[in-house]
């Protein structure tokens, strides 16, 4: 603890208000109170997890659904025998680069 000497301003001084001191115990119907919020916070944080759970499960069969329909329009192009630049074996590369070799043009920077 700090001596007066040492203190630079009165906010430096602990007192009952700063230190949360009582001189009586808490009552009881702040206890109450505590389970009372406690309990509020446990329901909606249920709640929020049952909506969790549910926004998980439309979130899957959207994907199954892309997946379905990725799978079948692959299958058609394959049927169709033209595969883009990009799509090898029924999987899209993502950002592949073609084997084709690029048409640059060389040019002469002048500093």
């Not at 808490?26 to 329901?43: A, F, I, R």
């Not at 630049?85 to 043009?105: C, F, L, M, Q, Y």
């Amino acid at each position: 603890m700090k001596s007066v000497t040492q203190m630079k301003s009165l906010g430096d001084m602990r007192t009952t208000i700063s230190t949360h001191a009582r001189s009586t115990p808490h009552e009881k119907g702040s206890t109450y109170l505590e389970v009372y919020l406690l309990d509020k916070e446990k329901q909606r944080l249920e709640t929020e997890m049952a909506m969790l759970e549910k926004r998980e499960k439309r979130i899957q069969t959207r994907l199954n659904d892309i997946k379905e329909a990725m799978g079948g329009l692959l299958a058609k192009m394959n049927e169709e025998g033209a595969a883009p630049d990009g799509v090898e074996g029924g999987t899209i590369s993502g950002g592949a680069r073609s084997s084709r070799p690029a048409n640059w043009k060389k040019m002469s920077i002048r500093y």
